[in-house]
C-alpha cells in the first residue's frame, strides 16, 4: 500500500497521471484585426483554428470593428458552432491607442457602433482597451467610458495595471460593485498573487483573463503553486484568451489552446471546466455547447 500511495505521488508530481482537459473553450480575448483578415488569416483560416482548438465562443473585439462583425455575421461562423460575443473595440488606427481616455471622437464612435451593433445581436462589451500609465485612467474618456458600461451593463475589457483597476472601477457609480470588468492578461506587468487577490475581493465581479500573465506555468506547462491555490480559492473568477493581437498568435492559436488544456488537465474537472467555459459562458447567458 505504501509503495503504491508512493508511485500515485511521484505520477502525480510529475503530472503524468492527469489527462488534458478535452471540454470547450471560451477564448475571452481575441482579435480579428485588418492585418489576420485582409492577410494570411480570412474566416475560413481563422475559424478552421477556433474548431481544432474546440473554442466554442470568444468575446471579439478587433481593429478596426470590421473584424468583428465580419465574424459575426458570417455563416460559416455559425457553422463552425462559434458563439461570437462581440466587444467594441476603442482603437480606429494605432494611433488610438496612446490616446483614447482623452479623445471625444472614441467616445462618440463608441455611441454610434453601440447604436448599431452586429448581426451577432448587440454589443456585449467595450475594449480591449490600454493604460500603459495608470494616471490616464483619470482622464474624461475613462471616466465617461466606464460609467457608461455600468450603467447599460456592458463588461470591460482592459489592459491595466493593478493601480489602474483600483482608478477605473472608482469611476463607475456603484465604485467597481457592479461593473464586470475583464482584466486583460491579471496584470500583464506581474502583480504580485497576493494583490490580484486583494482586487478579486474587493471587486466581486473582476475577472481575469490569464493569457501572457507572467508567472502562471511552471516545469512541463503546470500551474505554478500559488497561482494553483489562487484559481483553487476563486475558480469562478478567471477565463481564458488567445489575444490575437499580431499575425503570429493566430499562427501559434493551436498550441496557446493546447498550453491552456495542458494546466486545465491538473486541476480538479469542475474547476477546469468553469476556467475554459463556464465562467465566460455565464457571463454572457450562453448555454452550453
Ligand atoms: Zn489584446
Sequence with gaps: MRGWLAAAGVLLATG???????????????????????????LADALARMQRSGVRAVIANSRPNEGTKRLAQAPQTRRA???VVPFVRLYRNRADYDNWFRDETIHAMVQEELARGTAAGPYRGLGEFHLYDAQNANGPVARKLMALAEEKGLAVLAHVDDTAVDLLMAHTPSKGAKVGLIWAHTGIGGAPVARVEQLLVRYPRLMG??????GLTCDGGSLCPEWRALVLKYPDRFLLGSDTWINQRWESYDA??????????????????????????????????
Design 16 to 42: 503524468a497521471a492527469a489527462a488534458d482537459y478535452a471540454g470547450p473553450i471560451f477564448d475571452a480575448h481575441l482579435h480579428y484585426n485588418v492585418e489576420a483578415y485582409d492577410g494570411p488569416h480570412p
Design 81 to 83: 458552432g462559434v458563439t
Design 209 to 214: 483573463e490569464l493569457s501572457y500573465r507572467p
Design 256 to 289: 496557446t489552446m493546447r498550453g491552456y488544456r495542458t494546466w486545465l488537465g491538473d486541476l480538479p474537472p469542475d474547476v477546469a471546466r468553469r476556467i475554459a467555459w463556464d465562467n465566460g459562458a455565464n457571463l454572457f447567458g450562453l448555454t452550453k455547447p
